[in-house]
């Protein structure tokens, strides 16, 4: 990736900015008009110098939208699938390709990988929870009674773009870091066989736990990412291992998500991206333990880890 390609991109967003922070003539707020009440303060994550000086706050980061990819692991794409058959929502059978792994298996029917990903998002406000702070504890939400977990890479952006090239995707990225994309699950379920919209189950209060991120690197090391391939993203629930995968494992790779993502809505910076969870989501309750990790094949952290207790 050449630097010039890189300030082009900066360049771009910058301009971007302005014309999404400039309103129109007709529009503009005048300056003695003062606002009805106080504007909230933005959600924020700590930024850390790297994944082992989490004592040491380099920033924060000012959260803008929180984005996430659904359906973005092959293997997690089987087990809701297989769910919603058990559940009568669907059925039959269809090939399903991963992008890295040609070979077709029969399986219910699941999102081709070769068409493009899709997206929703969570409140930028009340969602997304720092878990940088000791001993945090997530709320459990209520009208549900099948919280479930869903860990994954969390991406920073630092500029912003529309259009975006897959090529120059990753020039938008600033910040790693893991969290849990928290689920209402009956709801979802619920929203799904009555063909009704299902952001209640997904944006709701304290539903992102994050840990603090950390600066992306320069060099591109793994299959779309500043991180290397091989690294496992792993979530245990009282300490017992529920989730584990290489970050390898996504069909849409962090680079093609947010070109795909650019395509739908202008990025900007201090938007955040949930990339998708692989197989073994499952169900959280009252005094139970999480943690997130993104580790090297050596076991060493290459974000901080999210870690959160469920219950008030």
């Given at each position: 990736r050449t630097a010039g390609r890189a300030a082009a991109a900066r360049e771009s967003s910058v301009r971007t900015a302005a014309a999404v922070a400039a309103p129109a003539a007709s529009h503009a707020k005048p300056v003695a008009v003062p606002w009805a009440f106080a504007p909230p303060e933005p959600s924020q994550l700590r930024v850390v110098p790297s994944a082992s000086a989490t004592e040491d706050t380099a920033?924060?980061?000012?959260?803008?939208?929180?984005?996430?990819?659904?359906?973005?692991?092959a293997d997690h794409a089987h087990e809701m699938e297989r769910r919603h058959a058990a559940l009568g929502l669907n059925g039959g059978g269809a090939f399903f390709y991963s992008r890295r792994q040609k070979t077709p298996s029969l399986c219910p029917p699941s999102p081709d990988p070769?068409?493009?990903p899709f997206f929703f998002q969570k409140?930028?406000?009340?969602?997304?929870?720092?878990?940088?702070?000791?001993?945090?504890?997530?709320?459990?939400?209520?009208l549900t009674e099948e919280l479930e977990f869903e860990?994954?890479?969390v991406v920073g952006l630092a500029f912003g773009g529309k259009r975006v090239d897959p090529d120059d995707a990753l020039d938008l990225v600033g910040y790693y870091g893991v969290g849990c994309d928290l689920t209402r699950r009956d709801l979802q379920s619920r929203a799904k066989e009555q063909r009704k919209p299902w952001d209640a189950a997904k944006s709701f209060d304290f539903s992102a736990p994050c840990g603090p991120f950390v600066p992306a690197g320069h060099q591109v090391l793994g299959d779309g990412c500043h991180l290397p391939g091989d690294c496992v993203m792993e979530l245990t629930k009282n300490g017992e291992v529920q989730q584990r995968t290489p970050l390898n494992g996504m069909i849409f790779s962090v680079a093609e998500a947010i070109a795909h993502l650019s395509n739908e809505?202008?990025?900007?910076?201090?938007?955040v991206i949930f990339t998708g969870t692989p197989a073994g989501v499952g169900k959280v309750d009252h005094g139970d333990e999480i943690e997130c990790t993104v580790k090297s094949p050596d076991g060493r952290f290459v974000v901080p880890p999210c870690r959160f207790l469920i219950g008030a």
């Open positions: 920033a924060l980061f000012p959260v803008r939208r929180v984005y996430a990819v659904g359906r973005n692991y070769r068409e493009p409140s930028s406000y009340c969602a997304i929870v720092d878990t940088s702070v000791a001993e945090t504890r997530v709320p459990y939400p209520s860990c994954e890479l809505s202008t990025l900007c910076a201090g938007d």
